[in-house]
């Protein structure tokens, strides 16, 4: 393994190039960056933590453990409506990340810096006799009040969900060891989708004023669901046979139907679920056909007790073990 260079000189030679110049991260030089919300906006501010083995492997590529670490923290962003301008970074390098690993590492940053339109604004470094842990804290903004939150949801609320569920749950499986009997090109479509989540930061801010309620699916479809359904106090059904699935995904359920459990509950899919009345159709419709983001309405928000449900198709309530990630 290569010799780690010092921690100030890994700083200046990896890092603060990263800061593009942005005023107020005085090239990453102090211990504390400035900035100033837009007119009219406030900021958002969201913290997720990756650690290796937990939530990625050991070998896997850096650039892409970058990258996964910033777009998972957009997504929260894109769940509030919020457009983001830069991160914060905490790096806890264990034993095994050496200066290739760290230049691969932020040259995804900056491949997805671009590609996000941010900038790192400060952080932490320092080193961890076990794995490497990685912390980002995403920093947005939303225009004042709009913020979209997990409380507003209200009966006779459809509920919509982007793009497909339980890709990156069946991939995880994938790179575990599985395969389902799935040819190559559909085994790569779900492990891309388990290393690499799109967060939806457009479709966040159109919801802008349309969506009652909404939140990414990081944990779960069901689990994260009632959060909405307990900070709402509201029951919301879901239709199993609605739930959109990638032809990969549907391959694999066709042989083995069980496997709807990770689909409603093996998280990491970075979508946006969210609850819209029946007028917000039309926009809806709207969004989806300049978005090119597949918009599908998977259930329905009803008086009751906050719970979530998933019917099959003769109205039967389905029952899974797992409903969720929970970290501890």
Known sequence: MNEVTGEFDMIARLFAPLTDGRPGTFDLRNDAATFVASPGHETVITLDTLCEGIHFFGDDDPAGVARKLLRVNLSDLAAMGARPFGYLLSLARGKSQDDPWLEAFAAGLKEDQKLFGVTLLGGDTTRTEKGLVLSLTALGEVPMGKALPRSGAQPGDSVVVSGTLGDAALGLCILQGKNFGL??????????????????????????????????????????????????????????????????ARSVLNAD????????????????????????????????????????????????????EVLDSERQVLQFERRGWTHF
Request: glycine residues 10%; contains cysteine.
């Open 183 to 248: 040819d190559a090109a559909n085994r790569a479509h779900l492990v891309d989708r388990y290393h690499l989540p799109q967060p939806r930061l457009q479709l966040g801010h159109r919801l802008v004023g349309v969506a009652h309620a909404c939140l990414d699916v990081s944990d779960g479809l069901l689990g994260d669901l009632e959060h909405i359904a307990q900070a709402s106090e509201v029951t919301i059904q879901l239709d199993a046979s609605a739930l959109p699935l990638s032809a990969a």
């Open 257 to 308: 139907a069980q496997l709807l459990s990770n689909v409603v509950g093996g998280g990491d899919d970075y979508e946006l679920v969210f609850t819209v009345p029946a007028s917000a159709r039309p926009e809806l419709a709207r969004i989806e056909g300049e978005s090119g983001i597949p918009l599908t309405v998977i259930g329905d928000v009803l008086p009751g007790p906050a719970r979530v």
